[in-house]
């Protein structure tokens, strides 16, 4: 393969982001904030202890960004899991394989039912998920699933294990609008130690997935690490990296970032590097700062109060009247969630949130061509 | 004599265009387009949901202004040519502005695919109102394949820098017989007021009114810029010289 986000990364190699992020004094935040474009460096020195002291400022230059950039719009779309059987044993995760929960896989028209309900919400953007078991829930199963979808939604993003550029060019030609994955951290041992088991344990397969899709041409790709895991500052900069690395290569791409946080879940992963709000948001926008043009999602793993005061630093897109049980909408469902849902709001209470906050919520912001 | 912009034989009575994106509602949009009489404006047609019962942008819109379908999202010329034949299925009518950006971070327009899909969307019969690079070479090949003006941006879209391409777009005016419709970049009204006074046929704003603190009295601002701007240019007003020019000629003299 050609060159890879992966070559930029082992540059990193032996850098100290310990005395760095220690060492980042009042000035190098003052410069930053007069900056238009910001370097990786400049970046990174948001991330530091020293850079929260000018989050206010810093919010106020975040908020700039995003109403240039997206105005004063919020995008809903509607998570649909569609199985949740799983061959990886991600420590951290509630579907993990030796986790022993109902297990269960849609068919093809228990897809259609749930996605009748979320359509009645006005919901116009889905996001599909499964687990990673390619026995069970095959690429030809998900294609078939795209296809009920789209007759249902405008926009179709997938959020599945990673695939071959072939596969992902034939969920493109089946409908598939974008792709969602998340590295869940970008340090190479950490991630080991993580994924001890199955074809997830592959680092280097899972962090060249975006670009293999966008090989394929798939119009949105989102990327994100799942923050808790380790050392946010190492994550968040990295993560802010791949998506500057996949907007040079692939400019063409509509790039979103997202910041899902660890929640309690069913197994007994003990969150370490748990993220504080103040982290979070400063997380947010020294992304908006550093990507001013990617779109920022934030999930209802997050409760109402903080989803409705991110509104307005970074985020364009958010997730409502979500279910992350199979089967969750109109059926039958599995007792366990991939995660607890922190926000239990329905999609119009949802609405009426973003409105409240001097916003406009938008169920349909792509055709399907 | 009435000085109307005229496109495609329609009679266009206000040279201030209003782009609906951004902004807070869609009854603030509403209340925009009203309070500066915009006549034209342009709609996403990623955004139009014909199915919705309250969110369908298009029953916002007055029924006395013209739509203009944006090809917003569009990488190429089939997307564009695309989503302008959904746009028309749609009800959004015949005019269409060609947008193709495959560039997400600045969001400039590729010149070469825009002209492909006007050749194509104007022999379709669409009003077609291409955004460009103000590039001449590109403008007369627009002019050629049919285009109904030409919409040069005055700087990245969303930027609010005003008209940085001054001298490209000054160029456009002397040399291509078709309304040029400043796109984009306009954050000021005293910008709009710039590129009509530069004689530019109209100027589509957006980002600038949608994200306002008060959009609909900027609106206004706007629209009122415009028509000051095109005052100015009919009247003629001095332009800047790049030499120094004496005011009392000196071969006046010689009879």
Known sequence: MQSSFFDELTGFGSFDFISFLENVRREDIQRVLRKESLSELDFLSLLSHQALEYLEPLAQRAQEHTLANFGRVISLYAPLYISNYCDNDCLYCGFKHSNTIQRKKLSVGEVEREAQEIAKSGIRHVLLLTGESKDVAPVSYIKECIQVLNQYFTSVVIEIYPLTQDEYALLIAAGADGLTIYQETYDQNLYHILHTQGPKSDYRFRLDAPQRAAEARMRQINIGALLGLGEFGKDVFFTGLHGRWLQKKYPEVELGVSFPRLQPHAGNFVCTHALSDRELVQSMIAMRLFLPRAGIAISTRENRSLRKNLIGLGVTRMSAGSRTQVGGYALDATKEGQFDIADTSSVDEVKEMIIQKGYQPVCKDWQAL | ?255
């Open chain 2, 1 to 255: 004599m009435e000085d109307h912009l005229i496109i495609a034989g329609q009679v266009i009575k206000n040279r201030f265009f209003l782009g609906t994106g951004k902004f807070a509602s869609y009854p603030l949009m509403k209340d925009a387009i009203i309070a500066s009489r915009a006549q034209m404006v342009t709609v996403a047609v990623r955004r139009v949901d014909t199915q919705a019962a309250q969110d369908n942008i298009l029953k916002y819109i007055p029924k006395e202004c013209i739509i203009m379908a944006n090809t917003s999202g569009a990488r190429n010329a089939d997307e564009a040519v695309r989503i302008a034949r959904i746009a028309r299925a749609a009800g959004c009518g015949n005019w269409i502005k060609i947008e193709i950006i495959p560039d997400n971070k600045y969001l400039l327009p590729d010149n070469v695919q825009t002209i492909q899909a006007t050749e194509v969307l104007a022999k379709e019969g669409f009003i077609v109102m291409p955004y460009m690079n103000p590039d001449l070479a590109d403008a007369r090949r627009l002019y050629d394949a049919g285009a109904a003006s030409i919409m040069p941006l005055g700087a990245p879209i969303g930027t609010n820098k005003g008209v940085c391409l001054r001298e490209l777009i000054k160029i456009l005016v002397e040399e291509i017989s078709l309304p040029i419709v400043v796109d984009a970049g306009i954050g000021r009204p005293s910008h709009a007021a710039e590129a009509m006074e530069l004689g530019a046929a109209a100027v589509l704003v957006n980002t600038a009114v949608a994200t306002a603190e008060d959009p609909v009295l900027t609106a206004q601002a706007f629209s009122l810029a415009v028509k000051a701007g095109r005052l100015a240019y009919r009247a003629g007003v001095a332009a800047a010289k790049d030499n120094a020019e004496a005011s009392s000629p000196l071969t006046g003299f010689l009879r």
